[in-house]
C-alpha cells in the first residue's frame, strides 16, 4: 500500500494506526505469497478479529434488546457475524480496493468474493484491536453493525437451513450435498461442493471449508429459485 492509500482507509474507518504492518497484513490474501510467514499472520488476525466481533455483537444484542431471551439473540449474533455481512462491512468500508492479492485470484473476480472479503475485515477487526484495543474495533463496528443492526439481524437464517426448510415445504425432501473437489495446500484449502434438490437444478459453490463450501450452494441455490433475493446475501 502507497502512504496515500493507506491514509485513504485509515480516514475512512477513523483510526490512525501506529503499527502500519497490523494494516498491511490484515489486507493481504493467501493468493499473494502462499505459505509465507505474512499470510499465517493474515489468518491469526482474523482468528482474533472473528472473537471480537463476536464480543461486539453479544454486547451491542444484550442492551438494544434487554427483553430478549438467549434464544432470540443466539440466532441474531449469527446473523451479524456471518462471512456476508462482514463482506458487506468491507464493501461498506471500500476495503476492496486495498486488498494485496495475486493478480490472477484479482483477474478471476477476487475483490468481489463474499469469502474474500469476509475474512479480510474480519482481520481488519483483529488488528484495529491490537493496535487500539477494543474501542477502536468498537469504532468501525458502530459506523456499520450498529446502524443496521435491525436490518442485518433479520437474516438470521443461514442458507443451508432457509434450503432445507424450504425444501421439505415444497415436499422435495432433504437436499443432498456432495464435494466435488478438494485442493489447495493444507493452510489455505478449496472446497467445491454440489447441493441437489430432487426435480431441480444443482448449484455449486465454494469455499475454504465444507461447510462454507455447502452455505454457498445452498445460497446461490436459493437466490437462482427466486427465494432470496442479492439483498438478502
Known amino acids: 500500500?502507497?502512504?496515500?492509500?493507506?491514509?485513504?482507509?485509515?480516514?475512512r474507518i477513523g483510526h490512525k494506526f501506529s503499527d502500519h504492518s497490523l494494516l498491511?497484513?490484515?489486507l493481504t490474501h493467501s493468493s499473494l505469497s502462499g505459505g509465507d510467514r505474512v499470510v499465517r499472520d493474515?489468518?491469526?488476525?482474523?482468528?482474533?478479529g472473528d472473537r471480537v466481533l463476536g464480543l461486539l455483537t453479544a454486547e451491542t444484542l444484550w442492551r438494544e434488546y434487554p427483553h430478549y431471551a438467549e434464544g432470540d439473540m443466539a440466532p441474531r449474533l449469527n446473523a451479524l457475524v456471518r462471512k456476508e455481512t462482514c463482506a458487506k462491512a468491507a464493501l461498506f468500508f471500500g476495503v476492496e480496493q486495498y486488498i494485496r492479492m495475486s493478480e490472477w485470484?484479482?483477474?478471476?473476480?477476487?475483490?468481489?468474493?463474499?469469502?474474500i472479503l469476509g475474512d479480510v475485515m474480519e482481520a481488519?477487526?483483529?488488528?484495529?484491536?491490537?493496535d487500539g484495543g477494543l474501542e477502536a474495533a468498537r469504532h468501525v463496528y458502530d459506523q456499520f453493525w450498529t446502524p443496521n443492526l435491525e436490518d442485518l439481524s433479520k437474516?438470521?437464517?443461514?442458507?443451508?437451513?432457509?434450503?432445507?426448510e424450504w425444501s421439505q415445504n415444497k415436499k422435495l425432501g432433504t437436499p443432498d450435498y456432495d464435494v466435488l473437489e478438494a485442493e489447495g495446500p493444507a493452510h489455505a484449502p478449496a472446497f467445491t461442493v454440489e447441493v441437489k434438490v430432487k426435480g431441480k437444478k444443482p448449484s455449486q459453490g465454494q469455499g475454504r471449508s465444507k461447510r462454507e463450501a455447502q452455505m454457498e450452494a445452498a445460497r446461490l441455490f436459493l437466490v437462482r429459485e427466486g427465494v432470496w433475493s442479492d439483498d438478502d446475501e
Not at 42 to 48: C, G, S
Open 1 to 11: 500500500m502507497t502512504i496515500e492509500d493507506t491514509a485513504a482507509l485509515e480516514k
Open 24 to 26: 498491511a497484513r490484515a
Open 42 to 48: 493474515l489468518e491469526r488476525l482474523e482468528f482474533l
Open 105 to 115: 485470484e484479482a483477474q478471476s473476480g477476487g475483490r468481489k468474493k463474499k469469502a
Open 124 to 130: 481488519l477487526l483483529g488488528a484495529l484491536y491490537i
Open 155 to 164: 437474516l438470521h437464517k443461514d442458507p443451508k437451513t432457509a434450503l432445507q
